[in-house]
């Protein structure tokens, strides 16, 4: 049986890995500022204190690197750059040193740069988007992502196996609410207003994915097949947006002709596809995410009445 060091395991994400994990039979420790509820082993304290990290990090065979300043929102670009940036330094130098072989990294669409106006965001060159698509981060968080992976990358060059996962926002179960409240009057959503935790986030498109399916992603690649000093990244998202348009529509109503439809054949099988290739993430890592939320939109202005789960 494996053990598995997860950063950041009594978040909002964390703790739907440590029961994936958990349920599919790994032994899992888990660092945080707090310990959560699930049966696994604690280490409290913080990501960037490289002794408490080197404790957590002896004698695991993975480490799931979650814990982050999560947004844009929930810090300035000081704190930001410092936590994500050193936390990710501090786990990787851990892991290297303790002499972990598989670190999967949590990193974000945002890297790609279409996700706040905050940044200044620039609009994608085209669709469906893929690795090969340039990275446009502007905003502090997004561009801790895009340092976040070249880290990543260093330490795959050293011979560490690494997975980054760029997933979109994620549709916590307290966060309905806050879905509900954009799709009911976007024009004028600004933030939380409908007495959720946090906004409704996805960028333009409204891009989201279920945590039980991203948590099921991260022990897919957990598992992956690679060999030592591989490197390799994934988008992840549901297979349909939260948009009350159509993808293409959307991008033709905000952006005119400047995004190239490379894949016209997919948005015309479902016109609310994401921006992201997922086809990638099907064939090497065997992902395809089950869940989406339209369901709970069924009946507002764009969403029709029988639109189910």
């Known amino acids: ?12 994400l964390g703790r739907f890995v440590v029961r994936e994990l958990l349920a599919q039979g790994y032994r899992v420790r888990g660092l945080d500022r707090r310990a959560g509820e699930t049966d696994a082993e604690w280490h409290v304290g913080d990501v960037t204190d490289p002794a408490l990290v080197a404790r957590a990090m002896t004698g695991v065979d993975g480490v799931m690197h979650i814990a982050a300043i999560p947004n844009i929102w929930s ?18 130098e851990a892991a290297e040193a303790a002499g972990v072989k598989r670190a999967i990294f949590c990193s974000s669409d945002s890297v790609a740069g279409y996700t706040v106006r905050e940044g200044r965001m620039l609009p994608p060159r085209y669709a469906p988007l893929d690795l090969d698509h340039p990275l446009l981060a502007t905003d502090p968080y997004a561009i801790s992502k895009v340092m976040g992976e070249d880290l990543a990358r260093a330490y795959a060059l050293r011979g560490m196996s690494v997975v980054a996962l760029r997933t979109v926002f994620v549709a916590y179960p307290e966060m309905a609410c806050e879905i509900l409240a954009r799709a009911k009057d976007p024009a004028v959503y600004r933030g939380p207003m409908a007495g959720g935790s946090s906004s ?19 022990r897919l690649a957990l598992e992956l097949p690679m060999q030592p000093g591989g490197f390799e990244c994934f988008y992840l998202s549901a297979q349909v947006t939260l948009s009350p348009e159509p993808t293409i529509e959307r991008l033709r109503r905000l952006h005119g002709d400047a995004v190239q439809i490379r894949n016209p054949q997919l948005y015309a099988r479902q016109p609310f596809a994401p921006l992201y290739d997922l086809a990638h993430a099907a064939e090497r890592l065997g992902f395809t995410a089950h869940i989406d939320q339209r369901h709970l939109l069924a009946g507002l202005p764009g969403f029709p009445p029988g639109e189910k789960q």
Request: no cysteine; charged share 10%; net charge neutral.
């Open 200 to 218: 409704a986030g996805g960028g333009p498109l409204h891009h989201h994915i279920d945590p039980r399916d991203l948590a099921r992603a991260f």
């Open 75 to 92: 810090g300035d670009g000081q704190t930001i750059m410092r936590v994500n940036l050193l936390g990710t330094y501090t786990v990787f």
């Open 1 to 12: 049986m494996s053990t598995v060091l997860v950063t950041g395991a009594a978040g909002l």
